[in-house]
């Protein structure tokens, strides 16, 4: 199954996807990820747009994602988690004659997308994403190691819901029209949204 999750910034596309892609086995690829660990090369060109929470310029992000799509582990299928986040990059994907099954919509309100944002926090050392205000962080886990994405902070967290309404919004439409793209409720708690996520799947 060719998959892509869709949502603004804190809805949980990465949790969903980390949560679903061993059941349907196949690759969870993240844009974001993707963009993280180019930004630590000492020239890179993410940086700075990452940290003001733009978005990188098309030709870098499609040239980053299609070599990673090229792999072969997703020959039989992938779960494409922030991209395509511009109509220019899901030209891309149909000018590679990559056929989308499935795009599964997160919608949540944007208070509670803001209240996930400024409580997210990564363990640096197994990459395990928790969060201080909407879960219990589990026992055994070193809470005062834990680190703050730095795009998470409030001014940032505030222009990446704007970017998203401007330019990734759009696209809803765009996959709707193909008939087959997906609303989820994504405001309940994490197992019930997985849940839901696997339903609209069922008949992709
Ligand atoms: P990226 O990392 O993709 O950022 P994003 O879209 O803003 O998405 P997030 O990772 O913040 O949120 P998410 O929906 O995955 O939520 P999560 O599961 O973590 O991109 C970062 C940057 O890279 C961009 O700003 C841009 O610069 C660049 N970039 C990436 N793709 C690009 C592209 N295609 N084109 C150009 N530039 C690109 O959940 C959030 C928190 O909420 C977590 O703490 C989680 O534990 C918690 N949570 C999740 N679900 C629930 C729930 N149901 N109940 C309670 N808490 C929950």
């Known amino acids: 199954m060719k998959l892509l999750m869709f949502g603004p910034p804190g809805a949980g596309k990465g949790s969903v996807s980390a949560r679903i892609h061993g059941k349907l086995d196949i690759p969870h690829i993240a844009a974001g990820d993707i963009v993280r660990e180019e930004s630590k090369k000492a020239d890179s060109k993410v940086k700075p747009y990452m940290e003001k929470g733009e978005l990188v310029p098309d030709e870098l992000i499609m040239e980053l994602v299609g070599e990673r799509l090229s792999r072969d582990d ?91 309404k401007k330019q990734t919004q759009p696209l809803i439409e765009h996959y709707r029209g193909k008939g087959v793209l997906r609303d989820v409720d994504a405001n309940p708690a994490l197992p019930e949204v997985v849940e839901n996520v696997l339903a609209v799947l069922k008949d992709a």
């Open 74 to 164: 997703c020959k039989d299928g992938f779960i494409l988690d922030g991209f395509p986040r511009t109509i220019k990059q899901a030209e891309f994907l149909e000018q590679k004659g990559i056929q989308i099954d499935r795009v599964v919509n997160l919608e949540v309100d944007e208070e509670e997308l803001v209240r996930r944002l400024s409580g997210r926090r990564m363990d640096p050392d197994t990459g395990e994403i928790y969060n201080i205000n909407t879960m219990e962080i589990p026992e055994g886990v070193d809470k005062g190691k834990l680190v703050q994405r730095p795009d998470d902070k409030p001014d940032v967290i505030r222009n990446r819901i704007g970017v998203y």
